[in-house]
Nanobody, 117 residues
Framework: QVQLVESGGGAVQPGGSLRLSCVAS?????MGWYRQTPGKQRELSAT????????TYADSVKGRFTISRDNVKNTVYLQMNSLKPEDTAVYYC?????????????WGQGTQVTVSS
C-alpha cells in the first residue's frame, strides 16, 4: 500500500500561480499529476520518473506547469504558473510501482484548484 497526500490547492485569479505538493509514503517508479472536472475523464497533466527525473507534460500545460520531485522527502511538486480558468479542476497525485510482480497504481484524495476572476 502507498498513501498519497496532496496539498496546495486553492482559488487564484487568471495569470496567478499555485504549487501543489504530494507526499508519498513511498515513491513508485513514476509520479504524476492528473486533473478532473465534473463529467469528464481524469486526464494527465504531468509525470516524472523518480529515478532519472524524466518528465512528460500534456500539451495544455506545457510551458506553464513544472513537475519536480524530492526523493529524500518522498514529495512531488507541481508548480503551476500563468493559470487559466480552464485549469480549474480537482488535481490528483498518482504513483505506479510493481508489488510482488504486479503493477499497481495509487491515487491521492485530490485537491481543488479554482482559477477565476
Amino acid at each position: 500500500q502507498v498513501q498519497l497526500v496532496e496539498s496546495g490547492g486553492g482559488a487564484v485569479q487568471p495569470g496567478g500561480s499555485l504549487r501543489l505538493s504530494c507526499v508519498a509514503s513511498r515513491l513508485g517508479y513514476s509520479m504524476g499529476w492528473y486533473r478532473q472536472t465534473p463529467g469528464k475523464q481524469r486526464e494527465l497533466s504531468a509525470t516524472i520518473t523518480t529515478g532519472g527525473g524524466r518528465t512528460t507534460y500534456a500539451d495544455s500545460v506545457k510551458g506553464r506547469f513544472t513537475i519536480s520531485r524530492d526523493n529524500v522527502k518522498n514529495t512531488v511538486y507541481l508548480q503551476m504558473n500563468s493559470l487559466k480558468p480552464e485549469d480549474t479542476a480537482v488535481y490528483y497525485c498518482n504513483t505506479g510501482l510493481f508489488e510482488l510482480g504486479v503493477w499497481r497504481e495509487y491515487w491521492g484524495q485530490g485537491t481543488q484548484v479554482t482559477v477565476s476572476s
